[in-house]
């Protein structure tokens, strides 16, 4: 419970130590698991101090045993192993530390390892980890790759000699990392998220050489798998030998089986693709020259037709076309001005035979007012008007003196005329 106490009325730090070393006596005996990563057995002394580490949350804590304790697991445990301890926390209290001290020991065997990896391997692949349409393909030539390793390993060494022998021009950006032990899986995190952040790395390889199932073990942890399928850079697999399948395999975008195999992976052959630049070259050139000569070929078919053989020829064709044609018009026109020339003669001599002066000229005279009337009866006019004569060879003027004799003057007229 909760201590009431202030500034005014506080409690010793004695007291506050009794009371976290009863609050954690409480707790009783429980059993741990994780994994060595300090060891100290002091001859002759009959203690042993170990420190236990959980590499999937970074946290350790100290456990102490009796020798006897440890001499039952000493053949099979030691630094690294991965056990499950029974143990009793304890408060140390005039240093204020806590420990655990450990009364049986056990090595985690192996099946238990590889079912519990089996378990998270169902789990991840549930949540689509592992699924085919989350792979991203590799960039066909990288600008800069990203490798994750241990220093000076022979990983190391096969990635970078494998891919410079295939393309010379490749550039690497390297993290060196443990690869085993109880700080592997914080630092490749690290390392892959630092290359992930990188804005030149076109692709990240995790490689590590062969080793036991434990010696993987950091592979297969559920932070990197979770860290390595969060990253947005390509990442390619290559732990192990082709048998070693940890969880980071199913993960990234490629698995590659040796880091060997992972360098012929990423990089391109410069001898392959110059063999393939060359296979393109030559086959266009086969279809360039096959085009000409197909396009030479139909020139000289085209030239030797007649129209380009004798190109004046048409021409001279349609010339004399034109010619004949432009005569053959000519006599046309002329045959319809000579038939339109008889008719226009004909009809002159028609209409001059059937004119008012030619029945003038016969003796005959048209009688006119002042305004330029004819009159036609004697009842047109009245004694006393003026009118005016017209004959063949002229005019001139007479007066009405009497309309009948006039009619019968005309009459008369008329008569000697026709006589």
Request: charged share 25%; hydrophobic share 45%; proline share 6%.
């Amino acid at each position: 419970m909760a201590l009431n106490t202030s500034a005014e009325a506080p409690i010793p730090v004695g007291e506050v130590s009794r009371l976290i070393g009863g609050w954690i006596d409480r707790l009783g005996a429980v059993w741990v698991e994780g994994q060595i990563t300090q060891l100290s057995r002091r001859p002759g002394a009959g203690v042993v101090f170990l420190t236990l580490r959980d590499p999937s949350h970074d946290t350790s804590i100290s456990v102490t045993c009796y020798r006897a304790v440890y001499e039952q697991v000493a053949d099979v445990v030691g630094e690294g192993a991965r056990v499950v301890v029974h143990a009793r926390p304890e408060w140390y209290g005039p240093r204020g530390t806590l420990s655990l001290r450990a009364a049986e020991i056990r090595p985690v065997g192996m099946g238990e390892l590889l079912a519990r990896l089996e378990q998270l391997k169902k789990a991840l692949a549930a949540e689509g980890l592992f699924a085919a349409d989350r792979k991203r393909p590799l960039p066909f030539l990288p600008g800069l790759i990203g490798l994750v390793t241990g220093r000076a390993s022979a990983a190391e060494r096969d990635v970078r000699e494998n891919a410079r022998l295939r393309w010379p021009a490749v550039r690497f950006e390297v993290r060196n990392v443990p690869v085993q032990g109880a700080t592997a899986v914080p630092r490749v995190i690290e390392a892959v998220q630092q290359l992930d952040d990188h804005p030149e790395v076109d692709v990240i390889v995790v490689a590590r050489g062969g080793g036991s199932v434990e010696d993987l073990l950091p592979f297969s942890d559920e932070r990197l798998v979770r860290a390595v399928a969060s990253c947005g850079t390509p990442v390619v697999s290559a732990i192990g030998h082709e048998p070693d399948t940890p969880l980071l395999d199913l993960v990234a975008d490629l698995r590659a089986s040796t880091p060997t195999d992972a360098a012929k992976r990423i990089v391109p052959d410069v001898r392959e693709e110059l063999a393939r630049v060359q296979l393109v070259r030559d086959r266009a050139l086969r279809v360039v020259r096959g085009i000409l000569d197909r396009e030479e070929r139909g020139l000289a078919a085209a030239l030797s037709r007649p129209a380009l053989a004798q190109p004046y020829r048409m021409v001279e064709q349609r010339e004399a076309e034109v010619a004949d044609r432009a005569d053959r018009a000519r006599r046309t026109l002329g045959h319809l001005l000579d038939r339109a020339d008889a008719d226009l003669t004909h009809t002159l001599a028609r209409v001059v035979a059937l004119s008012p002066a030619a029945t003038l000229r016969r003796g005959y005279a048209v009688l006119q007012r002042p305004d330029g009337t004819a009159v036609r009866a004697p009842a047109d006019v009245t004694p006393g008007d003026p009118l005016r004569a017209r004959v063949a060879e002229g005019d001139f003027t007479v007066r009405v003196e009497a309309a009948g004799e006039a009619a019968r003057e005309a009459g008369e007229a008329g008569e000697e005329g026709t006589g």
